[in-house]
């Protein structure tokens, strides 16, 4: 059986998705649940901050395939020897496997796009302000 391939969301904030077939029911069911994804994403912390992975920049894109009730995603980290890319994986998987719609979760760990602090957030930048941390 091969893949249908998947549209990807690269938007960070919920309510925003776009899904395939936007406007079909399917395509508003997919895009209901990227948008659960991405709030979901929003409730896991970068391990060693107190900022959502989401408003980190860590979590590029996200899609959904109903018909295996999987949760995919493009993860960057901050540096390629981040020690904590386990933890945060197993954190992610730990969440979304929470969601009633979700059996299974992969992710694909990227490169480009290059993480840089232009991926902060404005609520992320404003958190590390007040943490002492210049961005």
């Not at 059986?1 to 395509?27: D, F, H, I, K, V």
């Not at 391990?47 to 960057?76: C, F, H, N, Q, W």
């Amino acid at each position: 059986m091969t893949a249908r391939p998947l549209s990807w969301s690269t938007e960070r904030r919920p309510g925003r998705a776009e899904a395939a077939g936007s406007g079909s029911e399917q395509g508003n069911r997919n895009e209901e649940a990227v948008e659960r994804i991405w709030r979901a994403l929003r409730e896991v912390e970068d391990p060693e901050l107190p900022v959502s992975l989401v408003d980190m920049g860590l979590i590029v894109a996200a899609d959904y395939d109903p018909e295996r009730r999987l949760a995919r995603l493009k993860i960057t980290y901050t540096a390629m020897g981040c020690p904590a890319m386990e933890m945060i994986q197993d954190d992610i998987r730990a969440r979304l496997l929470r969601e009633p719609a979700i059996d299974a979760v992969e992710m694909e760990v990227v490169w480009d796009p290059v993480w840089t602090p232009r991926r902060l957030s404005r609520a992320a930048r404003e958190r590390l302000r007040v943490l002492g941390i210049g961005v």
